[in-house]
């Protein structure tokens, strides 16, 4: 059995991460980076931040299409209520993770799913708390450099070594942590009409 739709899957993203995520669900999709300003705005809430991102990425690709659902998303950490940024050197991912040791850290992943047809609108803002064990400095100068998490919001890759910094993890879906939440995405995706399921398999 086929789905009755042929909706096309893309992804406002050029990050491999979300890639490798959202490959886990369906190999049929393209993507293509959004040209969206991420800045963020004056006295602006995290929930604010990732709703706004999440949506504006994917109505950015939308808009160069007839047809398809575009998927778009946007995370960010907060710590002791600041928004965590993505380190970007080694100096500064020690840091980040020196002030994690011992502390909850949260995650929050703002999702969109727009349908490029008739430009309907679907949002999600998925939660996840991680709590970082009591690190040492050698343990994280050597995750850091065995890693080399800088481009991760949070100075970790949950998928890879960055399981051996934590004591616990609370949320829905882990895969969240790494930036698309499979779960309520396969949901937005079915509230579309497009079931990974009953799709064809990629000539």
């Known amino acids: 059995m086929t789905q009755t739709t042929t909706a096309k899957l893309w992804l406002a993203s050029s990050s491999e991460y979300r890639k490798a995520i959202l490959s886990k669900l369906t190999k ?3 993507s293509q980076a959004p040209n ?19 949506l504006a990425k994917a109505q950015a690709v939308a808009s160069s299409l007839t047809e398809g659902l575009v998927i778009g998303s946007d995370q960010v ?12 050197s080694f100096d500064k991912a020690i840091a980040q993770l ?13 999702l969109a799913v727009v349908n490029a047809a008739d430009n309907s609108i679907q949002q999600h803002i998925d939660y996840f708390d991680v709590w970082f064990r009591s690190l040492t400095d050698v343990e994280i100068v050597r ?3 065995k890693e080399q998490p800088l481009d991760c919001a949070g100075s970790f890759k949950v998928e890879g070594l960055g399981i051996s910094l934590f004591e ?3 949320g829905d879906d882990p895969n969240s942590l790494v930036g698309l939440p499979l779960l309520k995405l396969n949901h937005m995706l079915i509230n579309a009409g497009y079931n990974v399921l009953l799709e ?4």
Do not use: C, M, W
Not at 37 to 42: G, K
Not at 99 to 109: E, N, Y
Not at 200 to 203: A, S
């Open 98 to 110: 020196r002030r994690f040791s011992g502390h909850k850290v949260q995650f929050l992943t703002g």
């Open 28 to 30: 049929n999709f393209n």
């Open 143 to 145: 995750y850091v450099e």
């Open 36 to 54: 969206v300003d991420e800045t963020v705005h004056p006295h602006e809430l995290a929930s604010t931040l990732v709703s706004r991102l999440a």
């Open 200 to 203: 064809d398999e990629p000539t």
């Open 77 to 88: 950490a907060l710590f002791q209520g600041a928004i965590i940024g993505k380190p970007h």
């Open 168 to 170: 616990k993890l609370i």
